[in-house]
């Protein structure tokens, strides 16, 4: 069976900061990999995706960006991170019939 | 308009209760719809697909109108472990594949 990994879990970075999350898919091969984004009280926001290796594109402009150097890593990073980088991070991979996504990790810069 | 939205509620029922949530999208070009539950501090679940015919898992019911554009979810015989967000999400192309746009979420509180 497939299964998404996602760590840290939690996470406390201070402004200006570097930043390195991983996610990993197992059970699969060329999945579609997502960055997601929530924000306090707000909905989920697409930041990056990736249908291959190398292969990154963004939704949105932000402070953040995207790697995919293996078939099923995905890495999201920043050089410098914001106070409004603060959020809950999720990685999802997708099938036809939905996405699924890894625990999370919850990310409150200080 | 944005792209899902949805009543973010609370909604407050007593258990056993029917209760239903709607939804509405504004890209008509969409193919795919499902419903999401995400407890508090979790990841979203998805909880089932939506189909032009309807259907039904359980004592859930998710019925699509895409003349209107909209979604529904019933939920019927409400437990306590029912309480939770639901997310109404619905697929969008994207320039090299397709991603899910997600509402921000209707709360669902069941109380005994």
């Known amino acids: 069976s497939q299964t998404i990994h996602q760590w840290p879990a939690t996470l406390v970075q201070p402004v200006g900061s570097p930043l390195s999350l991983e996610c990993t898919v197992e059970g699969t091969s060329n999945p579609n990999l997502y960055w997601y984004r929530q924000a306090a009280g707000r909905g989920l926001q697409l930041l990056f995706y990736s249908v291959g290796i190398g292969q990154i594109s963004s939704e949105v402009p932000q402070n953040l960006s995207a790697s995919r150097p293996q078939d099923r890593q995905f890495i999201l990073s920043s050089k410098k991170l914001l106070l409004s980088d603060s959020g809950f991070y999720l990685c999802?991979?997708?099938?036809?019939?939905?996405?699924?996504f890894g625990q999370g990790t919850r990310l409150t810069v200080v | 308009r944005k792209e899902v939205e949805q009543d973010p509620g609370p909604f407050n029922v007593p258990e056993g209760a029917t209760v239903a949530f709607n939804c509405t999208y504004s890209n008509s070009a969409s193919q795919s719809f499902f419903w999401y539950r995400q407890d508090c501090r979790k990841e979203p679940k998805l909880l089932m697909s939506v189909y032009s015919s309807g259907n039904e898992d359980g004592r859930f019911t998710a019925q699509l109108n895409r003349a209107s554009q909209y979604i529904s979810l019933l939920i019927r015989d409400s437990k306590l472990s029912d309480s939770a967000t639901y997310l109404c999400?619905?697929?969008?192309?994207?320039?090299?594949?397709?991603?899910?746009?997600f509402g921000k979420g209707t709360t669902l509180s069941v109380s005994s």
């Open positions: 999400v619905v697929n969008k192309d994207l320039q090299a594949g397709t991603a899910l746009i």
């Open positions: 999802a991979w997708s099938v036809s019939w939905g996405d699924f």
